[in-house]
Structure formats: C-alpha cells, structure tokens
C-alpha cells in the first residue's frame, strides 16, 4: 500500500486546516491508519489513528478536541481536520498503515509501514 499525504501549508495561530492520506489502492480500507508528525531536531511522533473498522479512533492529547481523524472508504483516503492550530503544532505530518491488514489501535510508529512522504504544516503566532 502506498499513501500520499497532502493539504499542508501556513496558517496562523487559531486556523485550520485538513490533511488527506490518500492510498493508490483499495486495499487499505482494511488497515488501522495513524497520522504522526516530526518537528526539526525533535523524535517523531504519534497524533492520531484511526481503526479499519472505523469505529475506532485514539488521539495524543495535545490534540485531542482540536483534531479530527477520519476515513472516506470510497475514496480510499483518510483525513485529519485540524482546528484551533497551534505554533506547537508546527512539523512534517506523516501518514502511515499499520504493517498488517486487520489489527487494532497503535501508538507505535514500529507497528506501522507504508510511510507517505510527508506534508508541512506551519503555524504562525
């Protein structure tokens, strides 16, 4: 499964914006997908995923009621709507299914594959 992440840009503090992981292939309606993020001279990590049931989601709570994960199955994409943007909240978003079809929630970057290139989100103060 290969992802493509889009939809960063520069917004100020307060802003919005939406991210897409769009997938060349079906198939990954049947993976668990997160969203991760990695700011210069910083480890990457864990923002948001979502189940392939799409049942499930699971936010870092930094984000957690400003950020929005979901999944249009139709379009094989998965979005994240981010609101309230912060300056610390500026970094490289990384889309990513996890390494198996079928599995669960995970916070673990080792648990997933299939990494996008990544989209730039910078926020102004």
């Known amino acids: 499964v290969q992802l493509q992440a889009s939809g960063g840009g520069l917004v100020n503090t307060g802003g919005s914006l939406r991210l897409s992981c769009t997938a060349s292939?079906?198939?990954?309606?049947?993976?668990?997908v997160g969203w991760f993020r990695q700011a210069p001279g910083k480890e990457r990590e864990f923002v948001a995923a979502?189940?392939?049931?799409?049942?499930?989601?699971d936010y870092v709570d930094s984000v957690r009621g400003r950020f929005t994960i979901s999944r249009d199955n139709s379009k094989n994409t998965v979005y994240l709507q981010m609101s309230m943007l912060k300056p610390e909240d500026t970094s490289i978003y990384y889309c990513?299914?996890?390494?198996?079809?079928?599995?669960?929630?995970?916070?673990?970057?080792?648990?997933?594959?299939?990494w996008g290139q990544g989209t730039e989100v910078t926020v102004s103060s």
């Open positions: 990513a299914a996890r390494r198996s079809p079928r599995t669960g929630l995970s916070r673990d970057d080792s648990d997933f594959g299939s």
């Open positions: 292939v079906g198939m990954v309606n049947y993976f668990t």
């Open positions: 979502i189940s392939w049931t799409t049942v499930g989601t």
